[in-house]
């Protein structure tokens, strides 16, 4: 009987390996229409993400989006693009590779860590095929955003699942569904921010800003908007700051749709205009800088703010690769992968019968 089957290590009582999976968002892979065309395409037609019935949303998004968005956003793009790249993947790539110096420094050296983007590249589906190829059994999925939305996180486990359909010994996954109430992120987001008091002074207000959603998906029963509140008074009380010092908005409104309100750019212009003149800006549902913070918060936010007579915008960078937040990260890892770094695979033995009776009867595994 030819052998065509085969007894991968984890049979033979090896702890399996462990993959740690971090994803964000994506980006374009130039600043440039050309770049953006593509991206904006794969992004702009998830259902998830757009909610806008199909064939409507088809005609909009050809006809009228990837005409004109691509060049503007290119140019938005120009202008915080670094020798690194995106913003976004330069940050995301640092952050990976930091969790996984943290792991080995721990002895976890058989995790495997690695990163990818939604929309574009990396992709998901190949950075699984990856950990496939390098022996992980065990998946833990990290989508970067701190908030649950259905237009982010959801749609990372969307993509997991469909990368996987296209294998047939399935590796146990796991996801972190949300972390914004984590106290390690919590307390990382209130350091960064007394650091900059630190440094720069307190502003007379300290603005929360999150990237917003149609205000729809909060009707629908979304529960991002509750999380980014619950985040924003968690980090209040960290601060020991009075509640009418710190104000929440929502910003990257896309589409002519009411979305959260209020939003940041009228919040920070009526701030101004009533004699407010000083705010500190921090964007706590982004954990890497990227576009939303680095152009439209401090180059545009900070020219309206200045612009209705507003005196200092002080901008309070991501956490990025802050030690006390990979260390978090590191935290909400181990957490989650709970029995995984101490047993071996629960189901090694019942995969080790399964492999016998194939052989028994010459089938494959
Ligand atoms: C932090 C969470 C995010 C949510 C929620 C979110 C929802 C959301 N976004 C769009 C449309 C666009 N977003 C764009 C950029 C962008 N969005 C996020 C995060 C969230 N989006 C990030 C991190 C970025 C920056 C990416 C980068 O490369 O730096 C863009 C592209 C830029 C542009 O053309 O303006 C669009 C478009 C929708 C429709 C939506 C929810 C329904
Ligand atoms: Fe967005
Ligand atoms: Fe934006």
Redesign the pocket.
């Known amino acids: 009987m030819p052998r065509f089957w085969q007894e991968p290590a984890y049979l033979h009582g090896t702890k399996p390996r462990t993959g740690v999976l971090v994803v964000?968002?994506?980006?374009?892979a130039a600043p440039t229409a050309a770049a953006?065309r593509p991206y904006?395409k794969e992004?702009?037609s998830d259902p998830r993400?757009?909610e806008i019935p199909r064939p409507i949303w088809w005609l909009i998004l050809n006809g009228i989006i990837l005409r004109t968005?691509p060049a503007k956003?290119a140019a938005k793009?120009a202008s915080v693009w670094t020798d690194e790249g995106?913003?976004?993947k330069a940050h995301t790539e640092k952050q990976a590779k930091l969790l996984a110096g943290f792991f080995v420094a721990t002895g976890e050296r058989e995790l495997m860590v690695s990163w990818a983007m939604r929309y574009g590249q990396p992709s998901i589906r190949s950075r699984l095929d990856e950990m496939r190829a390098a022996g992980c059994t065990r998946i833990l999925v990290i989508p970067l955003?701190p908030q649950f939305?259905a237009?982010?996180t959801a749609t990372v486990m969307d993509e997991v699942a469909n990368s996987l359909r296209h294998w047939r010994n399935l590796p146990e996954i796991r996801f972190i569904r949300s972390f914004g109430d984590d106290p390690g992120y919590i307390k990382a987001l209130a350091a960064s921010v007394r650091e900059h008091w630190q440094r720069e002074g307190q502003a007379d207000r300290l603005v929360l800003s999150f990237?917003g959603?149609?205000r729809r998906?909060l009707d629908l029963g979304d529960p991002?908007h509750c999380e980014c509140y619950k985040t924003a008074r968690l980090l209040g009380e960290e601060l020991k700051l009075p509640a009418d010092r710190l104000i929440v908005s929502f910003q990257?409104r896309?589409?002519k749709a009411e979305w959260l309100k209020p939003y940041t750019q009228p919040t920070l212009e009526d701030l101004a205009r009533n004699g407010i003149g000083s705010v500190d800006v921090m964007c706590p549902?982004?954990v890497s800088d990227?576009?939303?913070t680095l152009e439209e918060i401090n180059m545009e936010c900070r020219e309206a703010f200045l612009h209705e007579g507003g005196k200092r915008f002080s901008y309070i960078p991501c956490l990025n690769e802050r030690q006390d937040w990979i260390e978090a990260l590191k935290g909400l890892s181990v957490r989650h992968m709970g029995h995984w770094l101490t047993e071996a695979g629960p189901d090694a033995a019942a995969l080790a019968k399964q492999a016998a009776r194939a052989r028994e009867i010459g089938a494959s595994a």
């Open positions: 964000n968002l994506g980006t374009p953006l904006l992004f702009l993400v757009v968005r956003s793009y995106s913003p976004l955003y939305a237009s982010t990237h959603i149609p998906s991002y990257s896309f589409g549902g982004f990227c576009l939303e």
